[in-house]
Nanobody, 116 residues
Framework: VQLVESGGGSVRAGTSLTLTCVTS????????MGWFRQVPGKQREKVALIGSDRATHYSQSVKGRFTISRDNAKDTLYLQMNSLKPEDSGIYYCAARPCTNGRYPYWGQGTQVTVS
């Protein structure tokens, strides 16, 4: 299984970015996915999750501003980020797991988001 993120960049506060994660190697759509963020000196934190049934969960800090979605036909996961704040900066990783397993064994390489 491979995950490849793209779409990061340096933007001004208040603007928007869309992150994309293309997956390959999964043989079915019964997997859960998520976006995570890491900043230097801190633990990687959950940003948004989506199940195989498209049920979503967001961290409190991004709720109402970020939207996670998936297109199974394109094997792609998205994160629409609106009204960006400097504290949203970090390396964003997408991850995937079988929905029957609570741990995420598959991770992308990350994409940097910098908001100033």
């Amino acid at each position: 299984v491979q995950l490849v993120e793209s779409g990061g960049g340096s933007v001004r506060a208040g603007t928007s970015l869309t992150l994309t994660c293309v997956t390959s190697g999964y043989t079915d759509d019964g997997h859960c996915m998520g976006w995570f963020r890491q900043v230097p000196g801190k633990q990687r934190e959950k940003v948004a999750l989506i199940g195989s049934d498209r049920a979503t969960h967001y961290s409190q800090s991004v709720k109402g501003r970020f939207t996670i979605s998936r297109d199974n036909a394109k094997d792609t996961l998205y994160l629409q980020m609106n009204s960006l704040k400097p504290e949203d900066s970090g390396i964003y990783y997408c991850a995937a797991r079988p929905c029957t397993n609570g741990r995420y064994p598959y991770w992308g390489q990350g994409t940097q988001v910098t908001v100033s």
